[in-house]
């Protein structure tokens, strides 16, 4: 009898540690300084920021550390992050990244632990890949990014499969590599992927810093932004082609653009489309010095029967500095349903504005243009005047 009690007591042991085990978080603390970490990552985890002493943990990857189904990986404040050569995490879905006030960077970066692979050269852009947020959803708040892109963007949010989900707020993109201007396909220090409805609650950009980067940022069409981020320092320090890159070429519900301290560009041989049901809203500045400025490469902007348009502030449309093409299409909408005002019918092309705006450099063409059953007409230019006004041509 005693023997089965004793027997039943370690069974209920090993019952409860196993138990204890599924319930708590792992907790990673300190990593030898080479030692690499390596995934895939399955479970709920957190790399704590500092060790005993107050001081920062360095935790080191040179390979693709993959957060995958049930991984919830939470790295805390102080935490920093080095990449190797070959240095990527890639968020699958049904993973989850949660980062606050930690550094993402080269395993050259003389922060934090030195590691003995990083020899005696300085950090560089493109020293390590990229955070690719493949699917699931990530949030990181006060983090940096710096050193890397190789090969592409430093943070991706990709739409693959239930595509990617991030929220990134006060953090700073200094340093990362990129594509240069001639190509279309742009690889920006935080790109998310194009022809994606992103919703603004899961998916944002607020309050960050972007310097030193060869592209800061790149959006699609649908992607709206507000007015809190900087593009450089107040020292003049700037990024290389120092605007908001726009990746995508339609538009299918409501948008808002905000001014930034830099133009949006669009350099698609494609034109860009606001189609029945689309909104795109532009808030330029409050004065003709403070303008919302939208550059093109080589197609303008064209919108549709149900499309609507929607400017305040002072805005700006003009070529792209950047571009080979000094001239772009111009401004579009549907023939015959011009200027018209918004008690008319649902189905007119909605142009508003309640400041002043400016179509510059621009050179209409007269091509055939089709709308589905709708027979092929003439594009018409829309002209630069100081207010919409309600016309029928």
Known sequence: MLKNHLKFAILSIFASFLLSACLT?????????????????????????????GNPITYYINSTYIIDHGGDLTIETGAIIKFGPNGLIRVNSMGSLKATGAIFTSYRDPRGKILSVAGNTAPAPGDWKQIHIN?????????????????????????????GKARIDRCLFSYNDGSPAALTTVHAALHYDNNVDYDAITNSVTNSVFYNNVWPLSIPATFSLDRSNRFGLDDGVKNTYNFVHINSTSIKQNVEWNKQDV?????????????????????????????????????GMYIYKGGELDLSGHVKFTNSPISANTMYNGLYCAKDYHYKDPSVSVSTVLLTSN??????????????????????????PIKAVNVWETRNW
Do not use: M
């Not at 990014?145 to 963007?153: A, D, H, L, Q, V």
């Open 135 to 163: 699917g699931g959803t990530s949030t990181f708040i006060n983090c940096e990014f710096s050193y890397g892109g190789n090969g592409g963007s430093t943070l991706y949010v990709d739409k693959n499969g239930t595509f």
């Open 263 to 299: 133009p949006y560009i669009y350099l698609s041989s494609l034109v860009l489309s606001i189609h029945a049901n689309g909104k795109l809203t532009i808030k330029g500045g409050d004065d003709a010095n403070s303008q919302a400025i939208i550059c093109f490469a080589t197609k």
């Open 25 to 53: 978080p792992n907790i990673t603390s300190a990593i030898p300084s080479d030692d690499e970490i390596k995934g895939p990552l399955t479970t709920v985890t957190t790399w704590k920021g500092l060790d005993n002493d």
């Open 355 to 380: 400041g002043s705006f400016i179509v510059e450099n621009y050179e209409p063409t007269s091509t055939a243009y089709t709308i589905g059953n709708y027979a092929a007409y003439k594009r018409e």
